[in-house]
T-cell receptor, first 114, second 115 residues
């Protein structure tokens, strides 16, 4: 009963480096999401995938790209990391794009860009 | 919902006292409402949700919330808190907008239960 699994849990990058955050869910959910959480700003949506084969920009997409590899997996890529991307990143999934039954979140990736 | 407002960024309360965490939203359409809890160094976990029907909904860990359509509020309550309830609580709203659904989180309320 893993739910949503994110890797890695911690990462330190130098400015300009690239990396991919991995996310996988085992609940057969249709929709998946990437959020970033910063102090005092709550959760901000980066990208989402309403269903397999589709991706859309959220509130703060600049500097990120995503891939919905299959129904289970949704990755987030930082092509050239910047200090402003220091944050905690959460992947989430939902059964429906409406989010009717709520979201299931992973435990997060703590990213520091120096 | 154009916005979800959690007016209190921090709420200190003594153990075994009641607590209410406030959430207001602005929307002109029907919405679904949610409360999530985030314990330190963890992801968010669904506490409860309102979809339709009874305006009083009960969730896990003894929490409940009441939907008030006229006041566009969805306040979270617990009659007697425990130290283990110390966490951050997020209100969220899902509304239909331009053919898709938007899911909006509030900025969170940090509940600190004091011994």
């Amino acid at each position: 009963n893993a739910g949503v699994t994110q890797t890695p849990k911690f990462q330190v990058l130098k400015t300009g480096q690239s990396m991919t955050l991995q996310c996988a869910q085992d609940m057969n959910h249709n929709s998946m999401y990437w959020y970033r959480q910063d102090p005092g700003m709550g959760l901000r949506l980066i990208y989402y995938s309403a269903s397999e084969g589709t991706t859309d920009k959220g509130e703060v997409p600049n500097g990120y790209n995503v891939s919905r590899l299959n129904k289970r997996e949704f990755s987030l890529r930082l092509e050239s990391a910047a200090p402003s991307q220091t944050s905690v990143y959460f992947c989430a999934s939902s059964e429906l794009a409406t989010g009717t039954y709520g979201y299931t979140f992973g435990s997060g990736t703590r990213l520091t860009v120096v | 919902a154009q916005s979800v407002t959690q007016l209190d960024s921090q709420v200190p309360v003594f153990e075994e006292a009641p607590v209410e965490l406030r959430c207001n939203y602005s929307s002109s359409v029907s919405v679904y409402l949610f409360w999530y809890v985030q314990y330190p160094n963890q992801g968010l976990q669904l506490l409860l949700k309102y979809l339709s029907g009874s305006t009083l909904v009960k969730g896990i860990n003894g929490f409940e919330a009441e939907f008030n359509k006229s006041q566009t509020s969805f306040h979270l309550r617990k009659p007697s808190v425990h130290i283990s309830d110390t966490a951050e609580y997020f209100c969220a709203v899902s509304e239909r907008s331009s053919g898709t659904y938007k899911y909006i989180f509030g900025t969170g309320t940090r509940l600190k239960v004091l011994a």
